[in-house]
Structure formats: structure tokens, C-alpha cells
């Protein structure tokens, strides 16, 4: 059911000082430290666990007839 469901994951590298040989970018250098650094983005199935899932399902379900940009009031109204 949602097993097509996908999340886009962004991997940062950065092999600034690295001395190991950099095989996988074939392009044109830029000649500065951009050379070793890299951005990578993929889509793939997010992986949490069903107490997790379910902790996120109640936070949501209880924030959700509070309207966006509203602050809430918290504690005990006082009474005059």
C-alpha cells in the first residue's frame, strides 16, 4: 500500500584535505575546493519504526485543529 511512497535523501560530501583519488565525477574541474566537495540526491522508501511512526501520528493528531501562524495558550486560564 505504501510501499511506493518516496522521500528525496540529500547526501552531503565533503573530501576537502582527503588524499584518496576521486573516480566517480568524470566532468570539468573548477580548479578550487569545489573539486572536492558533493552534493548527492536521491529518492528512496523512508525507513522509521512503528513506535516512532506512531509518536509523530499522535503529535500530529494533536496539533491539528490549531490553526498555522496561531500561537497557543498554555496553563490554566485564571479567573477573576
Given at each position: 500500500?505504501?510501499?511506493?511512497?518516496?522521500?528525496?535523501?540529500?547526501?552531503?560530501f565533503?573530501?576537502?584535505?582527503?588524499?584518496?583519488?576521486?573516480?566517480?565525477?568524470?566532468?570539468?574541474?573548477?580548479?578550487?575546493?569545489?573539486?572536492?566537495?558533493?552534493?548527492?540526491?536521491?529518492?528512496?522508501?523512508?525507513?522509521?519504526?512503528?513506535?516512532?511512526?506512531?509518536?509523530?501520528?499522535?503529535?500530529?493528531?494533536?496539533f491539528?485543529?490549531?490553526?498555522?501562524?496561531?500561537?497557543?495558550?498554555?496553563?490554566?486560564?485564571?479567573?477573576?
Amino acid at each position: 500500500k505504501n510501499g511506493d511512497l518516496r522521500a528525496p535523501y540529500v547526501e552531503i560530501f565533503d573530501a576537502r584535505g582527503c588524499d584518496a583519488k576521486n573516480s566517480q565525477y568524470t566532468g570539468p574541474k573548477s580548479g578550487d575546493m569545489n573539486d572536492d566537495q558533493c552534493v548527492k540526491v536521491s529518492m528512496a522508501v523512508p525507513k522509521v519504526s512503528e513506535a516512532t511512526a506512531e509518536k509523530k501520528r499522535q503529535e500530529f493528531l494533536g496539533f491539528k485543529e490549531t490553526a498555522i501562524n496561531v500561537p497557543q495558550i498554555a496553563g490554566k486560564t485564571k479567573k477573576y
